[in-house]
């Protein structure tokens, strides 16, 4: 069975860091192109990073770019949403989602989530002021 499974999420203050983990277990995960959406309080969820499969194209959201780095551990099924310099307006749940490969794509619309595949279950990320 397919799952991914999120951790490193938590309780920061403003101008933190952390670290979010991804597994995924089930399928292989370098096939994939892979993203990281939020859901902020009250709002819809957005795609704020996404990388395209054998890491062709990487995009990030206005909001986290120059301050998040998504990585992926091939081999090891894992991808990482390093996260620094984190702000209030970060807080949120966090989910790890796996699109299959299909045509040629950018990770701009990976992070539309039009075609995702698997989500997981979401970590709690919160930042105090």
């Known amino acids: 069975q397919a799952r991914l499974v999120e951790s490193g999420g938590g309780l920061v203050q403003s101008g933190g860091s952390l670290t979010l983990s991804c597994a995924a277990s089930g399928f292989d995960l370098d096939r994939y192109h892979v993203g990281w959406f939020r859901q902020a309080p009250r709002e819809d969820r957005e795609g704020i990073s996404c990388v395209t499969a054998h890491d062709l194209d990487t995009y990030y959201g206005d909001s986290v770019k120059g301050r998040f780095t998504i990585s992926r551990d091939f081999g090891k099924n894992m991808v990482y949403l390093q996260m620094t310099n984190l702000k209030p307006e970060d807080t949120g749940i966090y989910y790890c989602?796996?699109?299959?490969?299909?045509?040629?794509?950018?990770?701009?619309?990976?992070?539309?989530?039009?075609?995702?595949?698997?989500w997981g279950q979401g970590t709690q990320v919160t930042v105090s002021s």
């Open positions: 989602a796996a699109e299959m490969q299909g045509d040629l794509t950018t990770g701009r619309r990976v992070c539309l989530g039009w075609g995702i595949s698997y």
